[in-house]
């Protein structure tokens, strides 16, 4: 069986890639960074076909695939199954084991609340529904807001409250991560870990994927010494290595192909900038969500006549605000 694994060169399909990073999910960048860091060689391939699948990332060998969605992840399957273990030596430490807690609950809750819910959509739209029709990419959208906020335990009654602990339990992750960090090269043993691959997967999503506007990013960029832990390997693992997924690039915007620079950030996330609309814009605003409406029926209309149940988890809620994208 180990022979076989060692013929088989290992497949990562993740979703596309966007914003001058191999692929934009933020599930699917921890999987990448952590097969870079092992020097395991691997192909990359985009799946365009399910969006919302929670099987993505997932890795093929052979006959061999371990999906996102079972046993703990990609990572923890590659690991257990014998393919890459890069937690050996650090796995029975009681800090380690902390940290990668850290990472995985407050700044994997941190991001997707921002994806979904802190944040106008566009992202979660260029990443995940950008290939398929609007109405459709739309409803999608909408319905995995509705999980999302399930997932954290938004509530119209609590919404203010949880934005408030997120952020606060995402600061306080930056500040312990940077303090163990330090100067070092690693978080631990002077060698590279899945916590390193997941915060590094987290951070470059957070710096490039993320709006200017974004709380999380500015929190981040607070922190110089995590800044330029992911500069050093985002142009180490992934710039010097781009040829690896350039004949892709064509499924990405290109006006998100060259990645905004260190010297350009701003530890304070910026302000939407404001303008008045002319009687002819608001005419179109009207005209427009009165189309977005009648699309969103009709659409609820044909998923409910089909007996699916997805439909009625779509709630077009005032949170929602049923809208557009700007």
């Known amino acids: 069986m180990e022979e076989a694994k060692e ?3 290992l497949t990562l399909v993740t979703r596309k890639s966007c914003f001058g990073l191999p692929t934009s999910c933020p599930n699917c960048l921890p999987a990448y960074v952590y097969l870079k860091f092992s020097g395991t060689p691997f192909d990359l391939d985009f799946n365009l076909i399910n969006p919302d699948s929670d099987q993505i990332p997932y890795v093929e060998s052979g006959t061999y695939v371990a999906y996102n969605n079972e046993k703990g992840g990609v990572i923890r399957s590659l690991s257990e199954d014998g393919f890459v273990d890069l937690d050996s030596q650090v ?3 009681p800090e380690w084991i902390s940290a990668k807690a850290m990472v995985d609950s407050w700044l994997a809750d941190a991001i997707i609340y921002e994806l979904w819910v802190g944040s106008d959509g566009t992202s979660a739209h260029k990443i995940y529904y950008s290939d398929l029709p609007w109405p459709l990419g739309k409803i999608l959208y909408l319905k995995q807001v509705h999980v999302v906020k399930q997932i954290l335990g938004i509530t119209k009654e609590n919404a203010e409250r949880r934005e408030e602990e997120i952020y606060r339990n995402a600061n306080d992750a930056f500040s312990a991560l940077s303090t163990r960090l330090g100067e070092q090269a690693y978080f631990f043993d002077n060698r590279p870990t899945s916590l390193d691959a997941v915060f590094l997967g987290h951070a470059l999503f957070t710096l490039y994927a993320l709006p200017e506007t974004s709380v999380l990013r500015s929190k981040l960029l607070e922190r110089d010494n995590l800044v330029r832990y992911t500069e050093k390997y985002k142009s180490e693992l992934i710039d010097s290595s781009g040829s690896s997924y350039s004949g892709t690039q064509s499924q990405s915007d290109p006006s998100s192909s060259v990645p905004r620079r260190p010297s350009q950030w701003s530890s304070k996330p910026k302000s939407k900038p404001k303008r008045e609309k002319t009687e002819e814009e608001k005419k179109f605003r009207r005209r427009a969500k009165y189309f977005l409406v009648t699309q969103l029926v009709a659409v609820l209309v044909f998923l409910s006549l089909l ?14 605000d049923g809208a557009d994208y700007d």
């Open 91 to 93: 796995r029975g430490i």
């Open 7 to 9: 013929r088989e060169k």
């Open 307 to 320: 007996g699916g149940s997805d439909a009625a988890e779509v709630e077009l809620d005032e949170d929602d």
